[in-house]
């Protein structure tokens, strides 16, 4: 509640922020805007509605392909024809970093308490966040955007099945192997055929998220730190084997998705709104990412499993998206386009970024619910390519989840509701820390090697390709994660581990 009151105090005090570049040439705009983008930029009502507010204009060098975007902005930030902003910029660590020390990339960190004071009472609220955005030597280069409500690899049980067969929610691994037994026999869609597919799955990556009902939580290096500081590898525990033991039980019963590591989520995406439910469960942002709305409104977010007495998950992605906007050397007034950014780091800026203007493109009715103004049906291309541009690519800004849960259609409030409950259960494996670009070098061709020998394994003994109750199979097995590198990767970690303690 005090994060609100503060953002709404800002944003009533946004009109008093004096802005320096009131007829301005426009400045040049360079971003990608998402794979799936349909916006063009140089007409989108979010930069017209900015622009109003600002008086601050751009000409843009829109991206809609990731490797062109990566091409071009390798080529403009290695030569002198910079543009002035990266917006939307997919900035890696080591690209703010080797960028920010040819100075191509400006320091911004001097410049924010005066010209992005939103941003930083934010900042200033969560160290954790300033600490996560700021470069080994102190820079802070580019910006992040904030979700406070972050993205998810969750589970989604379908509650309609277990109703059907009074079932109640699984609470642990031994529960859910129940569950998922009776999806399999019980004939829960009620259209008379042997359809159901207990658990869905996208390979290793989904499958090991289930490590969390064996009490164990990874990150994307396979690995964790324990109480006493020390790094643990995960894939060489025991607790570890157990979670491939009842995978690979699983998969012999008939439990698992013949097709896990072999589909995609394109492949197995449901557009067929009429059609009978197949999944028990998988896992996803959210249910409406895989299935049609009246579909995904059977299924709920299935709580972690309970293991040792905890319920713990991992904490995917944390709060930010780094590297979202930067402001480059050739830019005369970067204070200018700090207080431009800055907008959309307060509640009112971004609930305009995000569904325009009050009373013109949206209404909101006596009980604050808010929809899209006019006939919905006849403005869904305007709603979709022309009206914002906030659902692809990292936009830099606060997003404006309490607005966003007011929207008309219940699936989403719902939907955030439940997630919002994960919240007391979220784990960090490891503390999130930006590498050097000598550190990358050295962790990369680790990472390369081990990890995708976890994963293979994990599918060999998943499908029975490897056996999982062969001491002889396991004995090799924790060889080969030897000699991938374990012993290097581990103790690559815990340096970093100890330079924080210190």
């Given amino acids: 509640?005090?994060?609100?009151?503060?953002?709404?105090?800002?944003?009533?005090?946004?009109?008093?922020?004096?802005?320096?570049?009131?007829?301005?040439?426009?400045?040049?705009?360079?971003?990608?805007?998402?794979?799936?983008?349909?916006?063009?930029?140089?007409?989108?009502?979010?930069?017209?509605?900015?622009?109003?507010?600002?008086?601050?204009?751009?000409?843009?060098?829109?991206?809609?392909?990731?490797?062109?975007?990566?091409?071009?902005?390798?080529?403009?930030?290695?030569?002198?024809?910079?543009?002035?902003?990266?917006?939307?910029?997919?900035?890696?660590?080591?690209?703010?970093?080797?960028?920010?020390?040819?100075?191509?990339?400006i320091d911004l960190k001097p410049l924010l308490a005066e010209n992005a004071p939103h941003l930083w009472a934010l900042l200033q609220a969560h160290p954790d966040w300033q600490e996560a955005i700021t470069l080994p030597d102190g820079k802070i280069v580019a910006l992040p955007a904030i979700y406070e409500q972050p993205t998810q690899n969750a589970m989604w049980i379908n509650r309609q099945w277990l109703d059907t067969l009074g079932l109640a929610v699984p609470t642990d691994v031994q529960s859910l192997e129940k569950v998922l037994q009776a999806f399999l026999t019980g004939d829960p869609n009620g259209n008379g055929k042997a359809d159901e597919i207990p658990l869905t799955f996208l390979g290793a990556w989904d499958l090991k998220f289930l490590a969390h009902?064996?009490?164990?939580?990874?990150?994307?290096?396979?690995?964790?730190?324990?109480?006493?500081?020390?790094?643990?590898?995960?894939?060489?525990?025991?607790?570890?084997?157990?979670?491939?033991?009842?995978?690979?039980?699983?998969?012999?019963?008939?439990?698992?998705?013949?097709?896990?590591?072999?589909?995609?989520?394109?492949?197995?995406?449901?557009?067929?709104?009429?059609?009978?439910?197949?999944?028990?469960?998988?896992?996803?942002?959210?249910?409406?990412?895989?299935?049609?709305y009246e579909t995904a409104a059977q299924y709920d977010l299935l709580l972690p499993l309970t293991a040792q007495g905890k319920q713990v998950y991992r904490n995917l992605n944390g709060p930010l998206m780094k590297g979202a906007f930067a402001i480059t050397s050739a830019c005369d007034d970067p204070a200018a386009l700090l207080q431009w950014v800055d907008v959309l780091y307060t509640e009112e800026g971004a609930v305009e970024a995000m569904a325009g203007t009050q009373g013109t493109d949206y209404t909101v009715d006596a009980d604050g619910r808010w929809n899209y103004a006019g006939d919905v049906q006849s403005q869904s291309s305007y709603i979709l390519y022309d009206l914002s541009l906030y659902d692809t690519g990292n936009m830099p800004w606060l997003f404006p989840l309490h607005f966003y849960n007011q929207y008309e259609n219940d699936g989403i409030s719902r939907v955030n509701t439940q997630l919002a409950q994960l919240a007391n259960c979220l784990v960090t494996p490891f503390p999130d820390v930006m590498l050097t670009p000598a550190q990358e070098d050295e962790i990369a061709p680790l990472q390369s090697s081990l990890g995708r020998y976890v994963d293979e394994s994990l599918a060999r003994f998943v499908i029975g390709e490897w056996d999982i109750h062969s001491d002889e199979a396991v004995a090799a097995y924790r060889a080969g994660l030897l000699a991938h590198g374990e012993t290097a990767l581990v103790a690559f970690w815990q340096e970093i581990a100890d330079s924080l303690t210190k």
């Fill in 213 to 292: 009902a064996f009490g164990l939580i990874a990150n994307d290096y396979n690995i964790d730190l324990d109480d006493s500081g020390s790094v643990r590898f995960i894939p060489d525990q025991d607790a570890y084997l157990q979670l491939l033991s009842t995978l690979a039980d699983w998969r012999a019963q008939g439990l698992m998705d013949e097709n896990g590591f072999y589909t995609s989520d394109s492949f197995r995406t449901v557009t067929d709104s009429e059609a009978a439910a197949t999944y028990g469960l998988f896992f996803g942002p959210n249910p409406m990412n895989l299935l049609p």
């Fill in 1 to 105: 509640m005090q994060k609100r009151i503060l953002s709404l105090f800002f944003a009533a005090a946004l009109a008093l922020l004096p802005f320096t570049a009131l007829a301005a040439s426009p400045y040049r705009m360079a971003g990608f805007d998402g794979d799936q983008s349909n916006h063009t930029w140089s007409t989108n009502g979010f930069f017209t509605r900015m622009e109003a507010r600002t008086s601050i204009r751009f000409t843009f060098d829109e991206y809609t392909d990731y490797q062109k975007w990566q091409t071009a902005k390798t080529a403009m930030l290695q030569s002198d024809a910079l543009p002035d902003v990266l917006f939307k910029a997919e900035l890696t660590a080591r690209e703010q970093i080797e960028y920010a020390q040819l100075g191509t990339l």
